[in-house]
Structures are given as structure tokens and as C-alpha cells.
Nanobody
Framework: QVQLVESGGGLVQAGGSLRLSCAASRLTFNDYVLGWFRQAPGEERQFVTVVSRKGDITHYADSVAGRFTVSRDNTNATVYLRMNNLKPDDTAVYFC????????????????????WGQGTQVTVSS
């Protein structure tokens, strides 16, 4: 069974930064496209970013573009999400997920395109 374990969440003031990590196991990590989603209380899970297998292609939600950076370390089977200039609206549980296709397709921002999910890590941004 594939395992994804997120870490690095916490409480931060607006304008601060955090770096989330997602460690994967029981899969050939560099064969998979990876994404980050988030879910705020009472809301649906929403796309944040996606990174290609080699890490050379990334896409971001408009709400985080320019502030968040996704990267991956294929040697250590870990994907990262660097979050700068955090805002209270960024408060959510953040999930990493494994994309179901070998290559990025048009629906990379859709939850149903992802086959494995981590348990999430809470990020809280105070104003």
C-alpha cells in the first residue's frame, strides 16, 4: 500500500513562511506526478500545485502563484511545498497526492485525477 506522510504544518503569523514535506513510500517515486491540495473548514478540497516527474514542470492555483513553490527530491522520495507570505486565507489542511497519469494532462487540478492521498497536515495562519 502506497504511503504518503505530510509534515511541516503549524501555526504562523500572516506574512510568515512554512515548508511542508511529503515523504512517499512503497512506490517508484520518480514514475509519478505529484500534487498538493488543501481543504479549509467547511469547504471542498482545492488544488494548490502539481509537479512533473522530473520536477521541471509545475502549475499553481492563481491564489498561491508567486508565493508558493513546489519541488521534489526523487532520491529521497519527498515532495516539498515552500509557502511564503502566508495569508489567513491559506489556513487549511494540506494534502499531497499521487496523480493517476504518467504525464500531466488537462485535468491536473481535479481531485479525481489523483489515486493516493496523505493524511494531511494543518496549516494555520493568524492575522
Amino acid at each position: 500500500q502506497v504511503q504518503l506522510v505530510e509534515s511541516g504544518g503549524g501555526l504562523v503569523q500572516a506574512g510568515g513562511s512554512l515548508r511542508l514535506s511529503c515523504a512517499a513510500s512503497r512506490l517508484t517515486f520518480n514514475d509519478y506526478v505529484l500534487g498538493w491540495f488543501r481543504q479549509a473548514p467547511g469547504e471542498e478540497r482545492q488544488f494548490v500545485t502539481v509537479v512533473s516527474r522530473k520536477g521541471d514542470i509545475t502549475h499553481y492555483a492563481d491564489s498561491v502563484a508567486g508565493r508558493f513553490t513546489v519541488s521534489r527530491d526523487n532520491t529521497n522520495a519527498t515532495v516539498y511545498l515552500r509557502m511564503n507570505n502566508l495569508k489567513p486565507d491559506d489556513t487549511a489542511v494540506y494534502f499531497c497526492a499521487v496523480y493517476s497519469r504518467a504525464y500531466l494532462a488537462a485535468n491536473y487540478d481535479r481531485e479525481y485525477e489523483y489515486q493516493y492521498w496523505g493524511q494531511g497536515t494543518q496549516v494555520t495562519v493568524s492575522s
